[in-house]
């Protein structure tokens, strides 16, 4: 069962990947995963809800998310580098550098030690298409922003 349970959020996250125009104009995915005799084992749902923009200072106003973005990038690292992890290197690459670019334009920057990480991770990432990358490639930048985050 927690087989066809990652398998199937890794499968619904290639197709709304894939289609993210589709999904976003209808604003839910549904995804029903049955047993080989026809038995309904669970159903994914992922919806979206607009939010109004925020300006620059209402951003601001959250003075702990760079670091909580960081406490969440250091988790993620930490899955995927469990020699179990269902997570790839490229998927934890692709998940790491969203939440940094995210953090460099929408958070405040709490500081010199949560931006200098951020700015790095961004510099590691930026203008590499993670999706070229082979095993060795994509490990061996994994574990360079892996340092980073226990800086």
């Not at 398998?7 to 990947?17: D, K, M, Q, S």
């Not at 894939?18 to 976003?24: E, I, L, R, S, V």
């Not at 030690?113 to 490639?137: N, R, S």
Request: hydrophobic share 45%; charged share 25%.
């Amino acid at each position: 069962m927690d087989e066809a349970r990652v398998e199937a959020v890794r499968t619904l996250g290639e197709l709304i990947r894939d289609d993210g125009a589709a999904f976003w104009s209808s604003r839910e995915a549904r995804m029903t995963v049955s047993s080989p005799r026809g038995e309904i084992l669970f159903q994914l749902v992922l919806s979206s809800a607009g939010a109004p923009a925020l300006t620059d200072d209402q951003r601001r106003e959250d003075p702990d998310a760079c670091r909580r973005a960081l406490w969440e990038m250091r988790e993620i690292a930490a899955a995927a580098a469990l020699q179990d992890s269902p997570m790839t290197d490229q998927e934890a690459l692709h998940t790491l550098a969203a939440i940094a670019a995210w953090v460099q334009t929408e958070a405040p920057a709490d500081g010199a030690a949560c931006g200098t990480v951020i700015d790095l991770l961004v510099d590691l990432t930026a203008g590499i298409d993670i999706d070229a990358l082979d095993d060795a490639q994509a490990m061996t930048r994994f574990r360079q922003i892996e340092k980073s985050l226990v800086v």
